[in-house]
């Protein structure tokens, strides 16, 4: 994939995104061996996420958190190449 893909990929996400910050009360307590991992899934919550992309081990071995599907990059990428979303 080009440089121009790549910031095209990229700009297309900016655009869908919607920021958001949970509060401490809204983080759950499931990833115990790296806890502050857990606000990367109340941040997917609290944004309705289909899919939170992640290279971290423990995130990654949720496979999903409740709605949410959890995937590596080069999954996601293999997703948004074949036009399969969640």
Do not use: C
């Amino acid at each position: 994939m080009t440089d121009n893909g790549v910031d095209g990929y990229l700009a297309a996400l900016q655009n869908a995104a919607e920021m958001v910050s949970p509060e401490p009360e809204d983080v759950p307590n499931v990833i115990t061996a790296d806890p502050p991992d857990n606000w990367v899934l109340a941040t997917a919550i609290l944004g309705q996420a289909d899919v939170i992309v992640s290279g971290n081990d423990h995130v990654l071995s949720l496979k999903r958190f409740e709605r949410t599907r959890i995937v590596t990059p080069a999954a996601f990428r293999a997703m948004l190449d074949s036009h399969i979303l969640p």
